[in-house]
């Protein structure tokens, strides 16, 4: 196998002109969204989230964006999982959306907020019946 440090790729298509980047960046995001789905990226919602215990222990896995509103990035959780719990504790999250096949990476940083019940219960209620079984049982 080739050593680690020799893979490289020369990256040539996903240059950023900030002269071209809009002044809002949700609206930024949901542009390259859009040109990741239009790309054919594969689940191109898919998002790295990393928390922290309140001792600062760090933690990160793979969920799914679920909606982009004007409060930010939207994702669901059990509150019992290790994520809920550590943001229950330190409520601030780092998301990574890696776009490979396009060369776009973009990074968001901020506090999380739980949604409202009701919110909650509407997408739960909307899941297939094994997803909703999949999530009691995690």
């Known amino acids: 196998m080739k050593k680690l440090f020799e893979f490289r790729e020369e990256y040539t298509t996903g240059e950023l002109n900030e002269t071209e980047v809009k002044a809002n ?55 019992l999982s290790r994520k809920g719990r550590e943001l229950l504790e330190n409520p601030f999250a780092a998301l990574v959306f890696d776009w490979h096949s396009i060369e776009r990476q973009i990074r968001v940083e901020g506090r999380v907020e739980k949604l409202s019940t009701l919110d909650s219960d509407v997408y739960f209620n909307e899941r297939p019946r094994e997803a909703q079984i999949g999530a009691w049982a995690s």
Do not use: H
């Open 25 to 79: 960046p949700m609206e930024q995001f949901q542009q390259w969204l859009q040109a990741a789905i239009d790309s054919g990226v594969p689940e191109a919602n898919a998002m790295t989230i990393a928390t922290c215990t309140a001792s600062g222990k760090p933690s990160a896995r793979v969920v799914l964006l679920k909606e982009i509103n004007k409060n930010g990035f939207v994702f669901f959780t059990n509150y």
